[in-house]
């Protein structure tokens, strides 16, 4: 239920006032970002130097519903304590309205006591001339917490139904970008049902296998893999293959997608130029500059081949980790060029998987201590990865998990907000991006990526992978 108080509260309003009062008006661009408000089953959105939540959708008879929240509410705290602003920094990452909020869901709906899961939210709404400030107490329905065994578990079979939902019956996600994409996706989505050891998974994940290994069994790399293939056939999705074969075979594979996994290697190892850069797909990027993640993610499919018989190439192993060694930033980051001060903000993926490939060779220790570092230091950064927000958040926990399980549970109690929001009231995941650019994720599908990094954000402890394992 809703009751009205005062108009214009100062607890929450003292923004607006000092704009409406000054007469001020704003010409630069706002940054916002859009968010699911998780068990309360409803859509959020927040701007930067704002310290609200604006309520741009309800889902019908959710908690949210039933209480009474409408579009066009604004959320401003919880309790009458105001929430903090919101910020633009990657630095900050969810500290704001997003971490008081999503913490507070998840502690809340873990008690036993019905009477204890009522949250009053403090809202600002529009009626008449004058907003007014209203409570809205709205009752949630009892889920433990995203890090309690409990909740972990639960959220991790609801991605995984999802995920068993929308694989198609030949043994693959469809992406909305074509054959590149459609094997990023099934790459991951494949490797994070292979994270979970269920039985019922078996025949679907040697489906995707076979998928994966295409018409030829060369994974679709051509005879000459100099030749881009069908839709380009971008290196990440090589190398997402070679995680996604050697996972599903835990090291021990049969003859065909042995096969696969030594084309794909021998491919990766031609397409790298003779400085140790690499491109999208055959040629190196941006004048020649090169272009680091696909470096690392080439380091992970290498190592991940070795793994299963298949050896490295340490000629261009070495080049190639020169490159990384001419890009290693003071901060510990991977920058995106061997290019001095080109920062480090969207720097979890190039990091985190190489920190991987390194640890599962058994190779350069300070080097993976230096990149763990960073990420451990820089977990709130994490979501920051280059055109995709998913796969700094599906690589980071491994790279954490394997060098100091201390380090995984910080990242955990960090991304904690995240996850509560992720999960509305009927369990559904949705994908929450970073604050940069996210456009590789909606390549992908957005939906499928979502219940994708909750799986592999809260399954390390687990180690039923080799990306886990010590």
């Not at 706002?30 to 408000?37: D, G, I, N, P």
């Not at 835990?250 to 790298?272: F, S």
Request: glycine letters at 10%; charged letters at 20%; hydrophobic letters at 40%.
């Amino acid at each position: 239920m809703s009751r009205s108080k005062n108009q214009l509260p100062t607890r929450c309003h003292s923004f607006h006032l000092i704009v409406l009062m000054a007469g001020l008006t704003f010409t630069t661009p706002v940054v916002a970002e859009q968010f699911s408000l998780g068990i309360l089953g409803a859509t959020g959105r927040v701007v930067a130097g704002n310290g609200e939540i604006e309520v741009v959708g309800v889902i019908d008879k959710s908690p949210a519903s039933q209480a009474g929240l409408t579009i066009g509410d604004r959320i401003c705290g919880i309790a009458n304590v105001p929430f903090p602003p919101h910020s633009s920094r990657i630095d900050d990452g969810g500290n704001g309205p997003q971490r008081v909020l999503g913490e507070s869901l998840d502690d809340i709906a873990a008690n036993r006591d019905e009477t204890a899961r009522r949250i009053v939210l403090n809202v600002i709404r529009n009626q008449g001339e004058q907003p007014a400030s209203i409570d809205v107490a709205c009752q949630l329905p009892y889920r433990a917490g995203v890090l309690q065994d409990e909740g972990r578990r639960q959220m991790m079979d609801r991605a995984a139904e999802h995920l068993r939902a929308t694989c198609r019956a030949d043994g693959y996600w469809n992406s909305p970008v074509g054959l590149t994409g459609d094997r990023v996706l099934t790459a991951w989505a494949t490797v994070a049902l292979k994270s979970l050891g269920q039985a019922e998974d078996a025949q679907r994940l040697d489906q995707c296998c076979a998928w994966l290994r295409g018409p030829h069994g060369r994974s679709w790399v051509p005879q000459d893999p100099m030749q881009k293939g069908p839709d380009n056939l971008g290196n990440w999705a090589l190398t997402a293959s070679v995680v996604a074969l050697v996972e599903c075979g835990a090291g021990q594979l049969g003859p065909d997608d042995k096969e696969a996994v030594r084309v794909v290697c021998n491919a990766l190892k031609q397409r790298m130029n003779d400085q140790g850069r690499f491109g999208h797909d055959v040629t190196p990027g941006y004048s020649g500059k090169g272009f680091n993640v696909i470096n690392t993610l080439s380091h992970l499919a290498w190592a991940m081949g070795t793994k299963a018989g298949v050896p490295m190439d340490e000629t261009t192993w070495n080049l190639s980790l020169e490159q990384i060694r001419q890009s290693v930033d003071p901060n510990g980051g991977v920058r995106y060029w061997t290019m001095k001060n080109t920062g480090t903000a969207d720097a979890s993926l190039r990091t985190s998987s190489m920190a991987l490939a390194l640890a599962i060779t058994k190779q350069e220790p300070e080097l993976v201590e230096t990149f763990a570092k960073y990420l451990d230091k820089n977990a709130a950064r994490t979501r920051e990865a280059h055109a995709v927000g998913s796969m700094g958040m599906i690589l980071a926990p491994a790279a954490l998990q394997r060098y100091d399980p201390a380090a995984y549970q910080r990242f955990l109690n960090e991304w904690r907000w995240y996850l509560s929001l992720m999960q509305d009231h009927q369990g559904k995941i949705h994908y929450i991006g970073g604050k940069r650019n996210n456009g590789g994720d909606s390549y992908l599908g957005q939906d499928r990526m979502a219940c994708v990094i909750a799986i592999m954000l809260l399954s390390p402890a687990d180690k039923r992978l080799i990306l886990f394992k010590e």
